[in-house]
């Protein structure tokens, strides 16, 4: 009805993907329907699987009759839309001239401009609480499971190192496949049955591409440990100075050996191995499958690299932090309990009111509706003054103490 032909099967799997988000939707907003925060945010996961990951492509395809205009989850943003630099799909976008260009531009925009906006101004949760389908059905569906979640302090370190390796590895993939098909000179070219079909003078030769990949991971590292250095604990700044290093070797090997495949490997081969890993078997049945063994969230912590990317900058630079009233705690536990990304959030309250402000936090605000005494938990946007701040942990609640000993610090 939609396209005028036949159902494909991913159709099909994407009709019981969005009924499964939309009838546990309802299910979850009856349970929760006296909480205002979480009956909005999920319907705006509702509404954004139904419309941007399912609909709109589905009428974009049957609307596509002449050119072949790539179509896909709107909402998908690099790496989870990680087939948005393939060639295939850089070769439709050009040859659709402004419609096409247009949807490159906001690809690339999304990663550079539009994601850290949001996550500065609302955290995180804004895309994975609010709008990314994997979240929208861990949330929904999985929501009988939150509390199968591990909150102990080696399921932690696993997940910060895994989650990052796997953000690595997409960086490395993608750096590679796009090297493969520019350019050695400045003119790129678009084939199709062996004919040149537009032909562009571009900047981006494969040399300069890897240059300039190179020269922004390092400014990137290098204004994060010049202005927020003390936000990263020690081991993670061990770590991100170990992937900086790790990412710098791949290019500059790559870059001297002078060969268009990924590192030594078929970029093919490497692309189908992550699309199959990471997209199918870890996001898919792992992820997904394992909800009753994992928790609802085992995608999103171990294997998401857009929540690593995200958490980064949280963690960083966000004004998003969840504020907490020691005074009123009575340690019931019923905060990290059903915290389904294993943070033990009865642990910042017990110290006195410290601020969580935590990379992998998605914003959910289920610890601040299972509790029994309304106002301990609050979920804030506040200035980034203070936000990570153990003074707190000393004097407790009373802000008056606290800016008499910022005072006399100074």
């Not at 499971?145 to 390796?165: G, N, P, Y």
């Not at 203070?386 to 003074?391: A, K, L, P, T």
């Not at 707190?392 to 100074?410: F, I, T």
């Amino acid at each position: 009805m939609l396209k005028g032909q036949a159902a494909s099967q991913w159709f099909v799997y994407g009709t019981l993907y969005t009924v499964a988000i939309l009838s546990f939707g309802i299910k979850f907003i009856l349970k929760y329907r006296h909480n205002s925060y979480e009956v909005i945010r999920t319907g705006s996961v509702m509404f954004f699987q139904t419309t941007f990951a399912f609909l709109i492509p589905e009428i974009m395809a049957g609307l596509n009759s002449t050119k072949d205009l790539p179509y896909y989850d709107l909402k998908n943003v690099w790496p989870l839309n990680y087939y948005l630099f393939e060639q295939w799909n850089v070769n439709a976008l050009l040859v659709n001239g402004s419609l096409g260009m247009t949807m490159l531009l906001f690809g690339v925009a999304s990663i550079l401009v539009i994601t850290p906006i949001l996550t500065y101004k609302f955290g995180k949760r804004w895309y994975c609480s609010w709008v990314c389908g994997c979240g929208g059905l861990a949330e929904t569906a999985g929501d009988s499971f939150r509390q199968l979640s591990d909150k102990s302090t080696s399921a932690w370190k696993i997940e910060r190192w895994l989650v990052h390796s796997v953000l690595v590895f997409a960086v490395i993939s993608t750096v590679g496949i796009v090297h493969s098909y520019l350019p050695k000179n400045n003119t790129y070219k678009i084939w199709e049955d062996g004919a040149v079909v537009k032909q562009y003078d571009t900047f981006f030769t494969q040399s300069n591409f890897l240059i300039l990949v190179g020269t922004s991971l390092t400014i990137i590292f290098a204004l994060i440990w010049i202005f927020r250095r003390n936000e990263l604990k020690q081991d993670a700044r061990y770590g991100a100075i170990g992937f900086l290093f790790m990412i710098l070797a791949f290019i500059g090997i790559h870059f001297m050996s002078g060969t268009e495949n990924l590192f030594f490997f078929n970029h093919g081969a490497v692309k189908s191995a992550y699309g199959f890993l990471i997209g199918a078997v870890f996001s898919g049945v792992i992820g997904t499958g394992f909800y009753p063994i994992l928790g609802n969230r085992a995608w999103c912590r171990f294997g998401c690299p857009m929540a690593a990317i995200l958490g980064l900058q949280q963690r960083l630079f966000s004004k998003f932090r969840i504020t907490t009233n020691g005074g009123q705690c009575i340690s019931c536990g019923n905060c990290s309990t059903y915290c389904e990304m294993g943070i033990d959030v009865r642990s910042y309250a017990q110290k006195g009111g410290e601020n969580i402000v935590r990379a992998s936090c998605v914003g959910c605000g289920i610890c601040s509706a299972v509790c029994p005494r309304g106002g301990v938990l609050k979920l804030e946007n506040g200035p980034l003054e203070g936000r990570i701040n153990s003074e707190a942990v000393l004097l407790g609640q009373e802000p008056d103490l606290m800016e008499l000993l910022s005072n006399n610090k100074k």
